[in-house]
């Protein structure tokens, strides 16, 4: 059994996709992943997951959610060490002084990141990076003041990426840990 991470876009952002954070830990289970544990009330699930690659984790997540739910939401799945690469890679992180203005955009499975460097060019004052895994925004003014992260919460990027502020990641992180 390997630690694994499910993200979902979406999931109780305003008042669409509601899904009690209860269901959603019995429905990981119900698919035989075990000691299965959320965060907060975002669609954010750190469990236990057998052999299988996480791409096919993810699709069985996303269809039981459909099926079960009645929810769409692209689903994204890391193992811990994915994540652990993720922050390491941040470019960053000596600068973040209140992790709720740093975004964390992780990729979905075989999503192009070329779009995401084009945003870099768009938005040549804001602090961006893309990595291997994630893409990294410092909003020193606050989330909702940057036109760069409206822009990567938007639609044209819901199928490449899901995002974290900092502080989510890291209790992620530290979930998956334990």
């Known amino acids: 059994m390997t630690t694994q991470i499910a993200l979902f876009r979406g999931i109780n952002v305003g008042k669409a996709k509601r899904i ?8 990981i289970e119900e698919l035989g992943f075990a000691n299965a544990r959320t965060l907060l009330n975002s669609g954010n699930v750190v469990f ?9 984790h993810a699709k069985r997540i996303a269809a039981a959610l459909h099926e079960r739910l009645g929810v769409d939401a692209n689903t994204l799945v890391l193992t811990a060490k994915e994540l652990d ?24 499975a075989g999503a192009d990141p070329k779009p995401l460097d084009a945003l870099r060019r768009e938005f040549p004052n804001e602090d961006f990076a893309v990595g291997a895994r994630a893409c990294y925004l410092w909003c020193p003014n606050g989330i909702s003041k940057s036109d760069l992260a409206e822009a990567l919460i938007g639609p044209k990027h819901r199928d490449r990426v899901t995002t974290r502020n900092w502080a989510t990641t890291l209790k992620l992180r530290e979930m998956a840990s334990a």
């Open 85 to 108: 690469a993720a922050i390491a890679e941040n470019p960053f992180a000596a600068r973040i002084d209140d992790p709720s203005r740093f975004l964390v955009g992780f990729l979905m």
């Open 48 to 56: 236990e997951g057998g052999k299988g690659a996480t791409t096919t």
């Open 20 to 27: 009690a954070m209860a269901e959603l830990k019995a429905l």
